[in-house]
């Protein structure tokens, strides 16, 4: 029993605050990105006999608290989730430096899920096939998502941009 504990542990030594991170740019808030964390490593706890040494570690959990926060949001009829600026800072995209409140601004007009997808690729730097199976999607799939998601990601950084 003391075992599992000290691997548990470990694990959340390694992954959360990798994981909180994630969770609070999807969700914009730190507590429920912190509870969100939890349910993640005792979702893992709970399941640990299903988990398949096959896979990663971090991409099983990133799909438990994925799961999670889909779940949270359904279960609390919340539609919208915000983007949270602090923790961006300034990112390189398509070869172009986006100032945080550009980013800010474009990102959260974004539908969840490609906000979400973003996340993913771009802060998490998840790659096609890490995403592909935290997110229970076809590479092909991801790979449309996140080309859609850059495009309106693109338009709502155009916008901006037209309007100042």
Request: with cysteine; hydrophobic share 35%.
């Amino acid at each position: 029993m003391l075992d599992i504990i000290e691997q548990i542990s470990e694990l959340m030594d390694e992954h959360g605050d990798y994981l909180k991170r994630t969770a609070s740019i999807i969700t914009g808030d730190p507590a429920i990105a912190e509870d969100m964390v939890q349910e993640t490593f005792i979702s893992f706890y709970k399941n640990r006999k299903q988990f398949r040494k096959d896979a990663k570690t971090r991409t099983y959990l990133y799909r438990i608290l994925m799961n999670n926060i889909k779940m949270y949001y359904r279960k609390n009829k919340v539609r919208e989730c915000v983007f949270e600026t602090a923790k961006a800072g300034i990112v390189s995209f398509e070869n172009k430096s986006i100032q945080e409140i550009d980013l800010h601004d474009a990102v959260s007009k974004l539908k969840p899920a490609y906000r979400q997808i973003i996340v993913l690729h771009y802060f998490s730097e998840m790659s096609i096939e890490e995403i592909s199976k935290v997110m229970d999607m076809g590479k092909s799939a991801v790979k449309m998502r996140l080309k859609r998601a850059r495009d309106e990601l693109t338009r709502n950084l155009s916008k901006r941009r037209d309007t100042l």
